[in-house]
């Protein structure tokens, strides 16, 4: 599957951002929790129709390339930052989703997470709604 073209924000250490055919604008930010060592990654969608709800599900039929997009700025991520080990991502849990279980943001993403076992993650774990990737400590 195609990923969006994406570009790092300018002066910015973990964001990005891309523009779907659609319009519709994401920005992907990288935060860092605990340590050096462990980031949370979030994104949303900047178009002022969404009123600022950066979590909004737009419903345009974009959210597998949304989410190919952000696992490989996962990896430019990883590149640009080679002494990250852990990334953590929480989908928002939709409407009519309870919070104690996997979203279904968080769902897709890990479907897609899953790909980078094979040379980028030596192990994903889920714990509630979070998942957790943890970098090999060389990439192939």
Known sequence: MD???FDRIRNEVG???FTTPLGTQYEVYFTQIKNI???NVAFGVLNEEFEGDDYVMTNRGEVFRVIVTLVEILKAFKIENPH???VSFSGEPGKNEPEHVLSKRSR???RYAEQ???DWVSDITVDVNKVVLTFKEKLV
């Open 84 to 86: 990250v080990r852990h």
């Open 37 to 39: 060592f462990s980031y």
């Open 3 to 5: 990923i969006y073209n």
């Open 108 to 110: 897709v993403f890990l």
């Open 116 to 118: 980078l076992k094979q």
């Open 15 to 17: 964001r990005y951002a």
